[in-house]
């Protein structure tokens, strides 16, 4: 697929360049190196943070497709292509998935295609985060993906970049208006905190790229709306289902938070399916709305349909019910939604 052409200039530095040089990529200009050096010079271990930002984002994937079973991925900003792009990651776990990336780079939308000449499930298009209206109506990501079953939305490292003035709340919420039921989220954000080494950053950021804007946890934890934040909620990046061996306790790691919410299930009226909202204590349940298994662990009513035949054709397959091939009768390290003894009588207790 082609992407639509953009105008270029190699004397103005661009996001996804700059990225590029910190992860030691060649793909960037003179102009990009520039923003990138003084960077370096201020916060020396700055590429460390980089690279854990790649890492969170591979550990997400490995999450929404391996996991939870998603086989359709959005990835707004999605940046130049390198080593285990997220379109890799996801296709070794179901080959079936389809990825559509989306960013406004001319350089990453050429090399993007060159790279994706003969892929049949992995998809390049021209647009911009703050522009929610155009992408939900860009007839390729029309196309390329089922909007009436789950969508995994990715927003890595771009959130930071859409001023307070732009309104970043009312530009994510339009696209979660649009996100079908059981899809999910994730975002990863640079953090404003009292370390003046943050600050640093981002000034020099909004000096060398035009923009920047730093945020809370909690402004950040807005940003997912009325999402259901999924274990371990929004945490620091190296705290994101970490998998060893990763170092955790560098300063620059505490600069930036990663975190992944759910767009709850619609609910059926009186469906034995269903948990309920409220439990007999007035207290809400963890897992209000999700679709319980049945006797033979298989998802009832509730459960997502098989995919339209046509150009975004999948496998059938039902979210949630699929961790790895089986439904967990026990508890993980994570706290998830796996089924746990006590807490299924307790929801027994409330339905009698």
Known sequence: MTAASAPFDASKPHV???????????????????????????????QLGVRAQRDVLGRVVRYLVGEVGLNQLLDIGS??????????????????????????????????????????????????????????????????LDWEQPIGLLMCGILHYV?????????????????PSGSYVFI??????????????????????????????NE???????????????????????EPPAIRDHPVLEMACAGVARK???????????????????????????PLPDAGGRLGPVAHSPRKTGPVAHTPHTVGARVRGSWHTSPDRWGSWHTHPKRDAKKAECRA
């Not at 960037?28 to 020396?44: H, T, Y």
């Not at 001023?163 to 996100?179: F, I, N, S």
């Open 220 to 242: 950040v934890r807005a940003l997912f709306g009325g999402l259901e934040l999924v274990a371990p909620g929004l945490v620091l990046v190296p705290d994101w289902r970490p």
């Open 264 to 290: 709850p299930l619609r609910r059926g009226p009186q469906s034995p399916y269903v948990s309920p909202a409220v439990p007999c204590s007035g207290r809400s349940l963890p897992d209000a709305g999700r």
């Open 16 to 46: 996804a360049r700059v990225y590029d040089y910190l992860l030691g990529g060649k793909d960037n200009f003179a102009a990009d190196r520039a923003v990138g050096e003084r960077m370096l010079a201020s916060i020396p271990a700055v």
């Open 163 to 179: 001023l307070d003035k732009e309104h970043p709340g009312d530009v994510v919420a339009a696209l979660y208006r649009a996100l």
């Open 79 to 144: 940046g130049l292509p390198t080593a285990d792009n997220v379109h890799e990651i996801a296709q070794r776990i179901d080959p079936a998935t389809r990825v559509v990336y989306l960013d406004n780079d001319p350089i990453v939308l050429s090399h993007a295609e060159a790279l994706l000449a003969d892929d049949k499930s992995t998809f390049v298009v021209n647009g911009d985060l703050r522009d929610p209206a155009g992408i939900l109506t860009n007839p390729d990501v029309r196309e390329h």
């Open 188 to 217: 990863h954000h640079l953090l404003s905190t009292e370390d003046p080494a943050a600050a640093v950053l981002q000034e020099q950021m909004r000096t060398g790229l035009g923009r920047a804007q730093f945020r809370t946890m």
